[in-house]
């Protein structure tokens, strides 16, 4: 049986395949994803993402601070980088110089690579498993990734590679991995969303604008399939510091963001899946926008009296230690 092609849309087959096997089911869903992530996920590289990126690397890296530590980070490491929209984007706020990508994906690695050429800039990239990086002992001065480790067998095994490829004193950044309680809402918002959104779009008097077609709607329930095989992780705050600290890891910290405007987004972004393109134009996306980074506000302020756990989003932070005198 042939491989499904790089970018292109899986099968029901290529979905029953994956069940069985993790690794291809990695790689299938980011490939599939690889085309169209940036648009899907309202990725961009100006100023606006560049943004959100600079002050959510800022808040993991702010929440265990290393007397001396400095900016711009020099020989970066982007681990599960997809389309490269968090260390692009580091990159364009200063806080990065030397940036290279790795990703399960070939098909992931190459948007990245073209992305930072329309940027202007190249980048290195190889496509790697995270829990066996292809990299020499103390090659970078930070390894940062955004929504990776869920994707992870072997999250210990990860970060121990990490913390092998960094120079001591070196830094890991992992920001936007689900809690255990925000995954459960956002998923139980989501699908209430979809399923309520899918049926009234039918009804005799939307379905002409509002509708999406079958076969797309077909397309992303097969995503959302392929999406349940690869999220294999949420996590719990204080248990993620736990395993970077087992992993060996000093001076580790963790930072959550997203409570309010989890409840808000998700719905938000569901119900931009389930209806046809044309019915939402410039206005829904400046309520969208605007809607989510109020709630974010407020949830900054919320940060402060309300458990990490509660949040949707957790970023850890670590150090490699310096080698014990003898």
């Known amino acids: 049986m042939t491989e499904p092609q790089a970018g292109a849309a899986a099968s029901a087959q290529d979905v029953e395949r994956a069940w069985g096997d993790n690794k291809l089911a990695q790689v299938l869903y980011h490939d599939w994803e690889a085309q169209t992530y940036d648009e899907k996920w309202s990725i961009s ?39 490269g929209f968090f260390s ?6 200063g806080l990065v110089e030397d940036v290279h990508v790795s990703d399960l994906s070939p098909g992931m690695v190459e948007a990245a690579r073209t992305n930072a050429e329309r940027l202007g800039f190249t980048i290195e990239g190889q496509v790697a498993d995270a829990e066996s990086l292809p990299y020499d002992d103390d090659s970078f001065d930070l390894v ?73 709607l077909d397309e992303s329930s097969r995503a959302a399939a392929l999406e349940a095989v690869v999220d294999l992780h949420t996590f719990d705050p204080a248990e993620l510091a736990g395993t970077a600290r087992r992993a060996g890891a000093e001076r580790v910290g963790t930072a959550t963001e997203e409570l309010l ?23 829904w996306a400046t309520f969208a926008y605007r809607t989510w980074t109020t709630l974010m506000r407020v949830d900054s302020a919320l940060d402060a009296v309300v458990p990490q756990k509660f949040f949707y989003n957790v970023g850890v932070t670590g150090v490699k230690p310096h080698p014990t005198p003898r």
């Open 261 to 283: 405007s989890a409840f808000a987004g998700w719905p938000i972004r569901t119900f931009e899946y389930a209806v046809a393109d044309s019915a939402l134009g410039f206005r």
């Open 144 to 216: 940062v990734g955004h929504a990776v480790i869920h994707h992870i067998p072997d999250v210990e095994a990860a970060l121990r590679e990490v913390l092998r490829v960094l120079r001591p004193g070196g830094r890991f950044v992992i920001a936007g991995e689900p809690t255990t309680i925000g995954h459960w809402y956002a998923r139980h918002l989501g699908r209430l969303t979809w399923e309520v959104a899918t049926r009234v779009t039918r009804l005799p008097f939307l379905a002409t604008k509002w509708a999406r077609e079958q076969a797309e």
């Open 45 to 83: 590289f100006d100023d606006r993402c560049t943004s959100i990126v600079r002050d959510r690397f800022l808040r993991v890296l702010e929440s265990s601070p290393v007397p001396g530590e400095s900016v711009p980070f020099g020989r970066v490491l982007e681990l599960g980088a997809g389309t």
């Open 88 to 93: 692009l984007n580091l990159k364009l706020a």
